[in-house]
């Protein structure tokens, strides 16, 4: 296994195509390009494995159903399973420091408020994995009751851009795991 591909989001309906759950929508569409298998429940969520296309890298592309909060309890285990180095390791999640449409890599650092990282640093060994941040935009407001509901709410933005913004990050995932 070359890398371990992890999109962060909520299990359930409630979630689904809301701000946090980004990073669900982008691991889907990875792995619709990669053709990989239909994923199955491992690791405490969704989880399938394959190449990229012949002779890409091989990856395992996990969607943890933990809630985000929790989500270092699926990827902690999936990392251990498959022997990922922590470097290896990439995690696509909204980023509510960045406009909405930005997209941006980075290994390590911060980890923002962001919950789902707070999880994933606290179980899988630190900090140090890549990430594609991807911009969902701030609201006007730093109280944390609007900030919540801003990230579990719907985007107000166009489908279109949304799904400009799920392929943008995408493209950054895919460029990383090929480099």
């Not at 195509?17 to 889907?28: D, K, L, Q, S």
């Not at 990050?169 to 895919?174: G, P, Q, S, T, V």
Request: glycine share 14%; charged share 25%; no cysteine.
């Amino acid at each position: 296994m070359d890398w371990l591909v992890v999109g962060l989001g909520n299990p359930g309906d409630r979630y689904a195509r809301t701000r946090h759950n980004i990073g669900f929508e982008v691991a889907e569409l990875l792995g619709s390009r990669w053709e990989l298998p239909r994923a199955k429940q491992r690791f405490a969520g969704l989880y399938t494995d394959g190449r990229t296309g012949p002779g890409g890298p091989r990856v395992g592309l996990l969607l943890p159903q933990t809630f985000m909060n929790e989500s270092g309890r699926s990827v902690g285990p999936a990392r251990g399973a498959t022997g990922i180095p922590l470097e290896r390791v990439l995690v696509l999640h909204d980023e509510i420091d960045l406009p909405f449409g930005e997209v941006k890599t980075r290994l390590g650092g911060g980890l923002a408020g962001h919950n789902g990282l707070k999880s994933l640093n606290r179980d899988i060994g630190g900090p140090d994995f890549h990430r594609v941040r991807i911009g969902v935009g701030r609201p006007d407001s730093t109280d944390p009751e609007i900030v919540s509901a801003h990230v579990l709410g719907r985007f107000s933005e166009p489908r279109t851009e949304v799904e400009a913004l799920i392929v943008a990050a995408a493209d950054e995932a895919e460029r990383l795991v090929h480099a």
